[in-house]
């Protein structure tokens, strides 16, 4: 997460500033990945601009919704333009950190509001709650939006969370980075232990999803960068396919999974986390890595990568879950500056396959980086749009 409070979206019209992805090696924040490799390659455009701190994009046919963290709000823009055309209806008591959000159907949205910042030592837990919203948008181009369901995890004990997905049958699975936990929301709202420490007290825990002591010193950026104490995930995104649940933890060094049916199973939530397993380690002449957000393409259930921010390296890049093969799509320092929430359009037609990615400078402000003492945000904050063809 970044600070500062400024004014909603600025659009940047006419913008063009493209990345290309060669056939060669690239190598960014000390993590080595193959480049995409022929027939594919990408292209990358500015997609929105805003002059505020952002986290978190959705994207459906009409409208994507921007997070706006710490000005409490989500902006909702025209996919067609990017030009901001409304602001999300908050909730009865307000937003306060809503930072992730994911389209949970056609006419749909879930925000994730993580309650508040990560408190350690004294471990805080904070009070996220998911909201999910059904909006219209009219052939005129006006939005609307209700806000539909809340889900509070106030019963629980929540570090903090990172991420959540909705599952086929309309649970939920949601992320805590600092106890290294999987909570899973039932359809009716109640919150159940999927993979969770024997203790919640921090004492105990799980050591592939566990939060970790603080990493190597890097460079990002230009910037010196080191883990800030409130902001060191241990499991942080997640993701599912194919009856398999994934996340990547840059304390555990890789991207992992288990099957989704043990959730389901008999056994206490801690000791489930002995059918979890290793897809792809972090790459080894990498001190640090952070992959930010991972999402498989939801159009098209064939392809076997995972789609990735690689905050520390300026890079989105796909990992194939069946090889662990990576392959960097799109990089560079000024549309991928620190990229830390992806999100894939519903195509418009045939071959049509591209996906929007917000970026929000984290190594330039103290409030994520303990090796800055001031925060040099840049502005615009950028959500790029990266077209793949082949």
Request: include cysteine; aromatic fraction near 10%.
């Amino acid at each position: 997460m970044s600070s500062g409070k400024t004014a909603a979206a600025i659009p940047q019209a006419g913008s063009a500033v493209i990345a290309r992805a060669d056939a060669a090696r690239s190598v960014q924040g000390g993590a080595q990945s193959e480049a995409l490799s022929p027939p594919w390659s990408s292209s990358a455009v500015v997609f929105a601009n805003f002059n505020a701190v952002i986290a978190g994009v959705a994207a459906l046919r009409d409208v994507a919704f921007v997070g706006q963290p710490l000005n409490s709000q989500v902006a909702v823009l025209s996919r067609r333009t990017g030009i901001e055309m409304a602001v999300l209806p908050p909730p009865p008591a307000g937003f306060v950190l809503p930072f992730i959000m994911h389209a949970i159907g056609d006419d749909r949205v879930a925000i994730l509001d993580a309650g508040g910042f990560p408190q350690l030592n004294p471990l805080t837990p904070v009070n996220p709650t998911l909201y999910e919203y059904q909006f219209n948008v009219t052939a005129g181009g006006r939005f609307s939006a209700a806000l539909v369901r809340q889900i509070s995890f106030k019963n629980v004990v929540v570090g903090f969370t990172e991420d959540f997905v909705r599952l086929d049958d309309g649970r939920y699975l949601v992320s805590d980075s600092v106890l290294g936990s999987i909570w899973i929301v039932e359809r009716d709202g109640t919150i159940e232990p999927g993979i969770v420490p024997k203790s919640l007290t921090g004492s105990d825990p799980i050591t592939k999803l566990a939060y970790c002591a603080p990493m190597p010193k890097v460079t990002v950026n230009g910037y010196p960068f080191l883990f800030a104490a409130s902001s060191l995930p241990g499991v942080s995104p997640i993701a599912v396919r194919n009856g398999m649940v994934y996340y990547y933890s840059p304390c555990a060094r890789g991207l992992y999974a288990f099957p989704l049916a043990i959730l389901s199973d008999r056994r206490q939530p801690y000791q489930r986390a002995a059918d979890i397993r290793l897809v792809a380690a972090t790459p080894h002449n990498a001190a640090v890595e952070e992959l930010l957000d991972v999402q498989f393409d939801p159009y098209d259930p064939s392809d076997p990568y995972l789609y990735a921010a690689n905050a520390l390296a300026l890079q989105v890049i796909r990992i194939d879950v069946h090889s662990g093969m990576r392959e960097v799509i799109a990089s560079g320092a000024n549309l991928f500056d620190f990229p830390s929430s992806l999100a894939f359009l519903p195509p418009l037609f045939a071959g049509d396959r591209s996906l929007l990615v917000a970026s929000n400078q984290q190594e330039r402000t103290p409030l994520t980086n303990d090796a800055v003492t001031t925060t040099t945000f840049h502005i615009p904050f950028i959500v790029s749009k990266i077209r793949l063809t082949r």
